[in-house]
């Protein structure tokens, strides 16, 4: 689609994306908001998450082909190494550069702001590793 | 006489292009098709092992002529989202009557969906599921689903194709998709029924209703995947309210390229302090 360089894609950001960021930053603590940033030909969300007890430094790339390539998401502050983390710090959400039907990515009803919710997920899953030695999310196992 | 565009001449796309061609309804195909003919396409291809090494494109115009020596044929060896190339590609769908989407990979498919959508024009598309174990046709008109309704209708709710899709946690580092080869007895059979529901559509562009958005044909038993081969599953989609993908398109906002550049901009200046 080329997000950036294509009607199709400026239109998507314009009507979908950009709304939903406005709506999550609405009232929204603002070192909590997200903050979008273009970089090249790919749009960076910079964002914190508190899941439980802890505050974390993300970063979420739109790459050119999104929303039909999934959002990459990569956690800033230092982890501990742990299940479902790629190189980088990279969030083992769905299969980053697939698509379609064995990513787990759908890009009909999917907005950034969906991959920000699953990060936040994956963060609190990352809390209670930490204390218990156990990933909960049973799909995850 | 109708004007055919279609994306891909690989093994699928080649044999639908050839029996659609056949039909003496079309005058005009524009093919668009940037690879080469390459050794591991040989055993699945209808060009020969001497064809190696040139274009697809130029093969596939080579046929059409020995077959159709009236016809007009213009390739376009350039890849569907390629920057450079899009006023071309967009002037070949103004005047296309029906398009047919053989490429193989989603950001291709989603491009191509959203060129028809802009353009108004009915199109099909075929998908051999890996292994050749069965395979889809999709056909798609003005105003009614988009392919991003239907690929996440199916991606839900199609059982025996598409189990739940969870993230694969289990292969962190193994992040290619494994995908089988299909036989060329599989692709033929699906790229028939991808011909056959091409002419339907051309000959009933407003009023085309075969029962199916979404045709699977199961090639294979496969256990735990499919109960048994040559079972036709008919799947109905509706356009999604919801969808992301065309309710984009259809939404307000600025009109000409410039007012959206200065809009993007704006936005991201807004959003770019925290």
Redesign the interface.
Known sequence: MGLLDSEAGKRRLLTVEIPVIERYNEGREPAYKIQLVRLGSSLVLRYRLKPCHNVYQLETRLVSSYPTVPPEIRVLTALKHCPHLLEGQTLCLWRQGSTGMTSGWDPAPYTCVFAVRAAWRWLACYEIWHDTGEWPLPEAK | MAHLLQVGAGSGGMPVLDMVCRERRFSRITLIEPDVYKRHNVERHLFPAGAVGRPKAELARDWLAERRPDLEVRILACDL?D?DA?SVIDEAAASADIGVCAAD???AK??WD?LMR?HGKPWTLGEVLSGGIGGFVHWFRPGGPCY??V??F??RSAVPV?KP??????Q??G???TTLPASKASIQAIASLHALVTLALLDHPDDYSPGFTSLLLTLQHVPDVFDEAFRPYRFRIPR?A????C???A????SS?EE??V??DQ??A?????
């Open positions: 989202c920057p899009q990979n989603e950001t989603y491009h959203a802009r991003g309704c690929a996440s199916l991606q598409a899709n969870v993230p694969d946690y289990s962190p580092n992040l290619g998709e999604s919801e969808c992301l993908i309710r984009t398109a939404g307000p906002g600025p390229p959206l550049d809009a993007l936005a991201l807004r959003l770019g302090h925290g």
